[in-house]
């Protein structure tokens, strides 16, 4: 049986720090742009996801123990946990069902 992707997903644009308008509209997963480490970003869609999960824990770095745990990483914040041109699933941890982080390849197509 196939199933025409289109009528499966349904994008949604917001603020992913509006964690109630998360809740709200049943967002069941959030995909995250983000570094090989999974270790969060000073800025952009990745430190907006940390910090919204941190706030829904109620823990700073809350959200960075938790992913190595499930992970089954050590606490190293600079090893690499998803290879560029990968993605890896997490918990969404009261924040969405699961976040799928996609860690992406350079301009020039190269994984670095």
């Known amino acids: 049986m196939y199933k025409n992707i289109a009528s499966m997903l349904q994008v949604v644009e917001g603020e992913i720090q509006d964690e109630s308008k998360i809740k709200e509209r049943e967002i069941d997963t959030i995909v995250n ?3 090989p480490t999974l270790m969060g970003s000073k800025n952009g869609v990745d430190c907006a996801i940390h910090t919204a999960v941190d706030k829904g824990l109620k823990k700073s770095g809350g959200f ?8 089954k990483t ?5 090893l690499i946990r998803c290879e560029r041109g990968r993605a890896v699933v997490t918990g969404g941890y009261k924040l969405c ?15 670095k």
């Open 33 to 35: 742009a983000a570094n």
């Open 64 to 71: 960075k123990k938790k992913i190595c745990r499930e992970l």
């Open 74 to 78: 050590g606490n190293n914040r600079n």
């Open 97 to 111: 069902r699961r976040i799928i982080h996609v860690v992406g390849i350079s301009c020039d197509g190269e994984r």
